[in-house]
């Protein structure tokens, strides 16, 4: 017994429109399962320091972080704040969440007065734990050398 076939050979153009489709969803796949920035958008040129400096261990979804701009601006949880709401706002945290970190985020312009501040108003407000945010330097050891080599001093022999 034979069967019949019903091949045809189609010639012409690949639509662009699944492909198109396809290029779209992937993107959108790779969009929604990516991780979000926690941070708020607000441009600060931070401090570089050592490696070994630096805390061990960034912080990660325990900690809230306040960001001070170099026009001396005060940013929690993502809006423009002054001392007193900073301070509300610190002291409503940690009743929610006692042992929580703040991340400190300052420009290098900041005046130091301005944040110890910052540091006695955490403090007053229930933190225990502050961390300063600081940008590594690049291409530095990670344990600088603590004491300086003693100098080779040529002795002569008379």
């Known amino acids: 017994m034979r069967f019949k076939r019903n091949l045809q050979v189609v010639e012409g153009r690949i639509g662009a429109v699944p492909l198109v489709n396809v290029a779209l ?42 960001t001070i701009t170099r026009d ?48 006695d108003l955490a403090k007053a407000a229930g933190v225990h734990h502050v961390l300063l945010a600081t940008r590594p330097l690049l291409n530095q050891p990670a344990t600088p050398q603590l004491r300086p080599r003693p100098a080779t001093v040529p002795t002569t022999q008379p």
């Open 25 to 66: 969803l992937a993107g959108l796949f790779f969009m929604l399962s990516s991780s979000y920035v926690l941070q708020p958008g607000v441009n600060v040129e931070m401090l570089n320091l050592p490696v070994s400096t630096q805390v061990a261990g960034a912080p990660e979804y325990n900690a809230v972080m306040v």
């Open 72 to 119: 001396d601006l005060i940013f929690f949880n993502d809006e423009r704040v002054d001392l007193e709401k900073l301070k509300n706002g610190l002291e409503e945290i940690v009743r929610r969440f006692p042992g929580i970190r703040v991340v400190l985020k300052s420009d290098q312009r900041v005046s130091y007065e301005r944040l110890m501040q910052i540091l």
